[in-house]
């Protein structure tokens, strides 16, 4: 939606419940931590506020591209969008192949 800023708080531990690739088109703030103790930290809060005044927010981990690429080891493999009509649409390319999940509409 137009005017509407979004940010994403993502703890180490989901690099490895994705694919490895850029699925993001919003800012993202990288962090060590697990899902629903990323409130409690200080510095999210301060981050947090900060974006909340206009501050741009983007701090990524060097390790996070790593840790997706080992996580891919225990993922399922892709599902092609193609392999049930109803997914398909006009979406091209299929994101389940490219690592790019998060594209803008056409």
């Known amino acids: 939606m137009p005017g509407v800023r979004v940010i994403a708080f993502l703890p180490i531990v989901a ?3 994705a694919p490895p690739g850029d699925y993001s088109r919003i ?3 990288q962090i060590v931590g697990v899902h629903g103790a990323l409130l409690g930290q200080e510095s999210v809060q301060r ?3 900060a974006f909340l ?3 741009p927010i ?3 981990r060097r390790e996070y591209a790593l840790i997706q690429r080992l996580g891919a080891a225990w993922q ?3 599902l092609a969008l193609a392999a049930n009509p109803v997914w398909a ?3 091209q390319p299929d994101p389940a192949f490219t690592g790019r999940a998060c594209l803008p509409a056409r």
């Open 27 to 29: 800012p993202v703030f």
């Open 76 to 78: 399922a493999p892709p």
């Open 53 to 55: 005044a206009g501050t």
């Open 89 to 91: 649409g006009d979406r």
């Open 47 to 49: 981050d947090l506020l």
């Open 58 to 60: 983007q701090r990524t």
């Open 15 to 17: 690099a490895t419940e």
